[in-house]
């Protein structure tokens, strides 16, 4: 069963209704280091099952949740929200993805087994499988369209999980101003008239230890220039998503038009995109550079990651980080050779 559009709210409680209880209890399995918009898709769809039919719900993530403003949403919201357990896919029988896709390289579902549901506002890829897929790229965040099927429920919606949700799709869409539509914009005046607006506060502004001002500093420092671009190679990143939170705040430079921003993690390159343009395909272009499956986003905004070997040594690991930078480069116009402008080095 494939339903993709803005009228797939109804056939998701359809899905639910028919399937029942057969799918209890459900594993809701949410993108590695996960997120606002995830958490509160995953909050959302267990409200519904368990609310609506009973079904048993378990929301788990693998890797962390290591953005602060995340850890204190997770709190603050009380969202059940579990680190995945070593046999945790094998175990449970249906599985439900939401903000990620099965072959997607960002979570820990195995990539040939077909889920039960799918639910994602990102591009969709061609092998993604499941017995009920809601894809929707005309959403700018997949808490949009879980927050339809509430409405459609005729339940009433709890404070925490509207907080949830919209704060959701304000920090997925930079506060309605990045790939955001009207539709977004309706569902978030909807919701926030019965969020926690203290809480929100509380959450977007939690208080940072010293480390993050010490990384702060050096994508300032580190950060390049040329032309209309800034970026920064971090090195070492405490998280992952430091490198989307480094990559948004350098976007905020008044002449920049584009910012790219890379991090080690784990064993990984991970490469943030952003964009001021709204036609900028910079989903399109990350996925070029990383290839269908390791990077994913919309016009504005895009994000993905690669292996590197465990081999790899600091040379490897600096020409992979060029390599990239520049195939970016040359995506947005420019020619070689790069004459890269460092203005804020000390």
Same mark, same amino acid.
Request: contains cysteine.
């Given at each position: 069963?494939n339903?993709?559009?803005?009228?797939?709210?109804?056939?998701?409680?359809?899905f639910?209704?028919?399937?029942?209880?057969?799918?209890?209890?459900?594993l809701?399995?949410?993108?590695?280091?996960?997120?606002?918009?995830?958490?509160?898709?995953?909050?959302?769809?267990?409200?519904?099952?368990?609310?609506l039919h009973?079904?048993r719900?378990?929301?788990a993530y693998?890797?962390?949740?290591?953005?602060?403003?995340?850890?204190?949403?997770?709190?603050?919201?009380?969202i059940?929200?579990?680190?995945?357990?070593?046999?945790?896919?094998?175990?449970?029988?249906?599985?439900?993805?939401?903000?990620?896709?099965?072959?997607?390289?960002?979570?820990?579902?195995?990539?040939?087994?077909?889920a039960?549901?799918?639910?994602d506002?990102?591009p969709?890829?061609?092998?993604?499988?499941?017995?009920?897929?809601?894809?929707d790229e005309?959403?700018?965040?997949?808490?949009?369209?879980?927050?339809?099927a509430l $409405? &459609?429920?005729? #339940?009433? =919606?709890?404070s %925490?999980?509207a907080? +949830?949700?919209?704060?959701g799709?304000?920090?997925e !869409?930079e506060?309605?101003?990045?790939?955001?539509?009207?539709?977004d914009?309706?569902?978030?005046?909807?919701?926030?008239?019965?969020?926690?607006?203290k809480?929100?506060?509380r959450?977007?502004?939690?208080?940072?230890?010293?480390a993050?001002?010490?990384?702060?500093?050096?994508?300032?420092r580190?950060?390049?220039?040329l032309?209309?671009?800034?970026?920064?190679?971090?090195?070492?990143?405490p998280?992952?998503?430091?490198?989307?939170?480094?990559?948004?705040?350098?976007?905020?430079?008044?002449?920049m038009r584009?910012?790219?921003c890379t991090?080690? $993690? &784990?064993?990984? #390159?991970? =490469?943030s995109? %952003?964009?001021r343009? +709204?036609?900028?395909?910079?989903g399109?272009?990350? !996925?070029?550079?990383?290839?269908?499956?390791?990077?994913?986003?919309?016009?504005?905004?895009?994000?993905?990651?690669?292996d590197?070997?465990?081999?790899?040594?600091?040379?490897?690991?600096?020409?992979?980080?060029a390599?990239?930078?520049?195939?970016?480069?040359?995506?947005?116009?420019?020619?070689?050779?790069?004459?890269?402008?460092?203005?804020?080095?000390?």
């Amino acid at each position: 069963m494939n339903h993709e559009g803005p009228g797939s709210a109804q056939a998701l409680l359809e899905f639910l209704s028919a399937k029942g209880q057969s799918i209890s209890p459900l594993l809701i399995l949410v993108h590695n280091h996960p997120d606002p918009d995830a958490m509160a898709t995953a909050s959302a769809l267990a409200f519904l099952a368990e609310k609506l039919h009973g079904i048993r719900t378990r929301i788990a993530y693998g890797g962390i949740i290591g953005r602060i403003e995340n850890r204190a949403m997770a709190k603050t919201l009380r969202i059940p929200i579990n680190p995945l357990r070593e046999n945790d896919i094998k175990r449970y029988e249906h599985v439900a993805l939401v903000d990620t896709q099965p072959p997607f390289q960002n979570n820990s579902f195995k990539r040939r087994r077909k889920a039960t549901l799918v639910i994602d506002h990102h591009p969709p890829h061609p092998q993604t499988q499941a017995d009920f897929i809601w894809i929707d790229e005309t959403a700018g965040a997949t808490s949009t369209l879980l927050a339809e099927a509430l $409405f &459609s429920s005729g #339940l009433e =919606v709890p404070s %925490r999980l509207a907080t +949830a949700l919209s704060y959701g799709i304000s920090s997925e !869409t930079e506060n309605l101003g990045r790939d955001a539509g009207p539709r977004d914009v309706q569902v978030y005046l909807t919701l926030i008239q019965k969020s926690n607006t203290k809480a929100l506060a509380r959450i977007q502004n939690p208080p940072r230890p010293p480390a993050f001002f010490g990384l702060l500093g050096r994508a300032i420092r580190d950060a390049f220039v040329l032309r209309d671009i800034i970026g920064v190679h971090l090195r070492d990143v405490p998280t992952p998503d430091r490198v989307a939170q480094m990559a948004d705040f350098l976007l905020t430079h008044e002449k920049m038009r584009w910012s790219f921003c890379t991090g080690r $993690f &784990s064993g990984r #390159l991970y =490469v943030s995109l %952003r964009s001021r343009k +709204a036609e900028a395909r910079a989903g399109r272009i990350l !996925t070029r550079l990383l290839g269908l499956g390791s990077a994913g986003g919309h016009d504005m905004i895009a994000g993905g990651s690669v292996d590197m070997p465990p081999e790899a040594t600091e040379t490897d690991w600096r020409d992979k980080e060029a390599g990239v930078r520049n195939g970016f480069l040359k995506a947005a116009g420019l020619q070689e050779p790069f004459d890269l402008q460092y203005p804020f080095a000390s």
